[in-house]
């Protein structure tokens, strides 16, 4: 059912999300344009849903672990739950391994359970999830849990005392405790539970498959009562405070899913989305339903990405060649200037169909107007592909000429598309801020070279040479201007001079969730995705 999902391993470089502003602008976001989608853009339109939280059933799973630690009255320290959590992780996830119905994608702690049982173990030895502290829990789940109020996080004012909780603990109110009651339905009657659960001893393997059959991710859509437990804990607010969070995630989900039916590509790729997004907001540019304003807003969102990766292109060009290019002691601002003038040329690029020949003395603004003429056919998701495979900063410059000419006038749309445009990062403009300083380039009258020497510097030397600064110890410089007046390229570590990938919008996660939580189907007979009723009827309740 979930082969289509991509299997995430608990390692380390996903808990780099948790800090995502701080870890990822070292990594993997050397221009501070990933933190725009991931702290600035991310959590007003899908608040509490991260990247790699994409397992519906874990929402009952936690809270059902919480519960009975408290049951059991060990002692409340984090090394107990702890231990409590990773055991039952890795339990779960042998059974998870052996189920019949899917190939289990996400499931916590398969790369200690997996090979397990790839290797026929019978009884499986006792184990332990992931490396990590409190396991997938602390890892991926704990943050949206809390988020969602199904879980107190340490500290919070407790009982008749309010002394505060020393371990994270289920939340007030009735729902935290359905979650938990309705998973435990699952999984009191196996003989895990009634046998090895509170045991040391080696569990057969038989044991484990009759587990899998109740607790499996894949199980959620056949329990109907722990299913609609996790629907009211995404989809409807707890607090007055909550509701507005909880209509944009609410929102978000039925622009996903209805985006799916129209194409079902949605379903699985992050272009076909962002295609998806900005066509339909391009087809509706002013549409106020709530369906036009969320989609105004996540439109800006994927417009930000098509821009993200064309501008990427530019930057792997200019740092691979400068790596290349440059002496033992870097390069003088002179062959600087040289290089970027033959990075911005190009006799013969092939694009939409046609020949576009790039010199650098040319102008940047008859450039624009052949490329806009060439693009007719193409739109912002096809550019963005185009520039990415191109992996050139001509392709990436040509790109950005045509998006800068496409950029809606946001007077002239939904004001929800100018409210996401905008938004920036403290070193790095934004959607709007881009394409506007681009614009303005064009108004000077630039030639090519000139105009990409600006952008460069605008949008990579400036933005990189502040974040790297900021990063100090730590050394992620990829160029910087020495004291002595030369320019030096390096190498870094981690990632080297591949593209940074664009950012996560999410669409993973409310692709698996939603299918999870019974809103769609992929028939695998029928090679067909479809919404379910349910998913129609969640549509309908959202939009109207
Ligand atoms: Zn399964």
Redo the contacts with the bound molecule.
Sequence with gaps: ??SHLVSVEASGPLAEWLEPSLADTAGRDPLGLNTITLDRVLPDLIPAILQISERARYFSIYPWMLWQFKERRLAATATELDRFIRRREYELCLA?KL??????ASAIGSKNAGPRVTAGDDPFDRGLSVQTAMGGFGLYYRSPLQALGAVAPAGTPLGPDQAPTPIEVLAQGGLALELAEAFHSSIEGTEYYRSYERSTDPIPRQVMEEL?EQI????LPYKPIERDAIRRLMFEPRSEQGAEECDARRQAFALFLSQVEAHEEVAFEDGEFWRSLINRFNAHPNDDSVRGRTSAAWAALAMKECAQDALCSIWTDFCRSGVAEQGLDGMAAEELRAMIERLATAPQIEFGGTALEVTPTGSARELQDRAVAAAQELDWEDLRVWAAASDSAVAGLVALLVFAARMPDPDAVHPLWREIAVRHSHHQDGLFGLLSLLRQFLDEDLSVGALLARTIQRFLIGPHEAIAYSKLPEATFRFYWEETGRFRFFTPGTGGLDRFQPSDDRRGPMASLSEDLGFWIFDEEADEVALTEDGRVFVAGVFG
């Excluded at 189920?99 to 289990?104: F, I, Q, S």
């Design positions: 059912m979930s998870m189920c019949p119905h899917c190939e289990v899998a499996c991710l894949c199980r």
